[in-house]
């Protein structure tokens, strides 16, 4: 579930208007470009992680990192280029910018520069109002972060942090700066938050692939890509979505790829490559290959509709549902309004529109108990609006004609797994529709992916996890409410 080349202040506004604020790079992207032959070099790839919070409650971050850049053992500086941090999501899934030609040495710092934040909040779990005048936020309020928290904005001077890591000549490898919300966000200062990544293990570098996942191949995953198809050919498929500067094409993998046709879109059945066409919206699964260009290689499509393409906004739920309205943090989007990512959208509802779960490949119906209405609609949850009519400056969607939950990043720790099941505990207070701020996630064989784990008995081993899945009305009856596709231990 993942901006952009060196962010300077002009392509900001581009990603405000949203030409251009997908969180990967084109290939070749970062500071040396990449490709062909690596005559003696290291083709390195970059990604952005996240740790969660174990302090505060973020329904989302979104914060721009002007530039990534290494230091070698001689004091050459190289860049890679620039990024982005987009909280919730990065705690479960990479998010991808590009690969950088290196040269094969020893590295012996990192040093990241931060731009400016976009729109980000915060959960009010407290007793107490947050920050101060006129920045108040009550108790059990979302509220923007400001920008006069320390901390919390551009810093021209880079973060300096040492590294050991070396890369070796004629390979194509990757790395994930992992930001660890954990250990740079303090109650620290008069307005009882502050932000410091200059604080040990706040800003790590770890080498890519994972040495214990379920990645097929690769360096890395890439997690549910969603946009409108573009092109495709009887090898490819190019999609394009509001976080794109324009399409990424993925090769499809040479074991085959796995055509999922949750809503019966495809004519021929099962489904399969010939399905595709142009202005349908897709969701892609798949990896960084480890070639010379760093392709991305999909191994799982999803037909989220029929050709032509409609308009669909998709964002995290921040207010519940009162008098048939609640509202959501932009996340994604298809279709032809222009919306800044990570705004507030308000959702206003009639009662006539449909609710479908998406199941992508993980074995539960695409209509089930835990998401069949309104009344299903919790904080937390992710879900995608079709069609309705866009007002207010493209920052509200009135009477759309379906609600689609789709996957949700939450974090806790490992309690009691057993067989398939086991318990998230110590969730985030944002997510108020767990009473005892648990809950029981179910996995799959096969559906469920694994990240610094191999599999579903490796959580015995371990205690933080982050899980993407299906974030089921804790309250409704459904017996796992959380169905993990992705778990990513910490």
């Known amino acids: 579930m993942k901006f952009y080349k060196a962010f300077l202040f002009p392509t900001l506004l581009a990603c405000l208007s949203l030409t251009s604020c997908y969180h990967e790079f084109?290939?070749?992207?970062?500071?040396?470009?990449g490709g062909g032959n690596n005559n003696g070099n290291t083709i390195l790839n970059l990604f952005v992680t996240t740790t969660p919070s174990t302090t505060f409650s973020f329904p989302g971050i979104t914060w721009e990192i002007d530039s990534v850049q290494l230091v070698n053992s001689a004091g050459t500086t190289i860049s890679l280029g620039g990024a982005s941090i987009t909280y919730p999501q990065t705690q479960?899934?990479?998010?991808?910018?590009?690969?950088?030609?290196?040269?094969?040495?020893s590295y012996t710092k990192l040093l990241v520069t931060f731009g400016p934040a976009l729109f980000s909040y915060v959960y009010n779990s407290s007793n107490a109002t947050m920050f101060s005048a006129p920045n108040t936020c009550a108790p059990g309020l979302v509220c923007l972060i400001p920008s006069s928290i320390p901390g919390f904005g551009a810093n021209s001077t880079p973060i300096s942090v040492p590294i050991t890591f070396s890369t070796t000549a004629n390979t194509n490898t990757g790395i994930r700066v992992n930001f660890d919300l954990s250990k740079a966000v303090t109650?620290?200062?008069?307005?009882?938050?502050?932000?410091?990544?200059t604080q040990p293990g706040a800003i790590t570098l770890i080498a890519d692939p994972p040495a214990a996942s379920s990645l097929p191949a690769g360096i890395d995953f890439i997690d549910n890509f969603t946009g409108v198809v573009t092109a495709t050919t009887t090898t490819t498929v190019s999609v394009s979505s509001y976080l794109t500067s324009g399409p990424r094409?993925?090769?499809?993998?040479?074991?085959?790829?796995?055509?999922?046709?949750?809503?019966?879109n495809c004519p021929t059945q099962p489904a399969n490559a010939t399905c595709l066409a142009i202005g349908q919206n897709i969701s892609i699964d798949g990896y960084v290959a480890s070639?010379?260009?760093?392709?991305?290689?999909?191994?799982?499509?999803?037909?989220?509709?029929?050709?032509?393409?409609?308009?669909?906004?998709?964002?995290?739920?921040?207010?519940?549902?009162?008098?048939?309205?609640?509202?959501?943090i932009l996340t994604n989007g298809m279709g032809t309004p222009t919306t800044i990512v990570s705004s507030p959208v308000l959702i206003n509802l009639n009662g006539a529109e449909t609710y479908f779960v998406d199941p992508k490949d993980l074995a539960t119906s695409d209509s089930q108990t835990g998401f069949l209405s309104q009344t299903d609609l919790v904080l937390g949850q992710t879900v995608m609006v079709q069609g309705g009519t866009f007002g207010g400056a493209n920052t509200s969607i009135t009477n759309p004609t379906r609600v689609l939950l789709r996957y949700s990043t939450i974090s806790g720790t490992v309690q009691g797994p057993g067989g398939s099941i086991f318990t998230l505990a110590n969730v985030s207070p944002f997510y108020t529709n767990l009473a005892t701020n648990s809950v029981l996630v179910n996995t799959f064989v096969p559906g469920t992916a694994y990240d610094n784990i191999s599999s579903f008995a490796g959580l015995s081993n371990v205690t933080s996890v982050s899980v993407r899945g299906l974030y089921l009305n804790p309250n409704s009856g459904a017996l796992q409410p959380l169905l993990a596709a992705k778990i990513r231990s910490h």
């Open 291 to 328: 070639d010379s260009f760093g392709t991305r290689t999909a191994t799982e499509i999803e037909f989220l509709d029929r050709t032509p393409a409609v308009n669909e906004l998709e964002g995290v739920i921040i207010s519940p549902p009162i008098n048939n309205q609640f509202k959501i």
């Open 249 to 264: 094409t993925f090769t499809f993998a040479a074991t085959g790829v796995e055509f999922d046709d949750p809503f019966a």
């Open 187 to 197: 109650t620290a200062g008069a307005q009882g938050m502050t932000f410091d990544f």
């Open 92 to 105: 479960s899934d990479s998010a991808y910018f590009g690969l950088t030609t290196v040269a094969a040495t």
């Open 26 to 33: 084109p290939n070749g992207g970062g500071g040396g470009g």
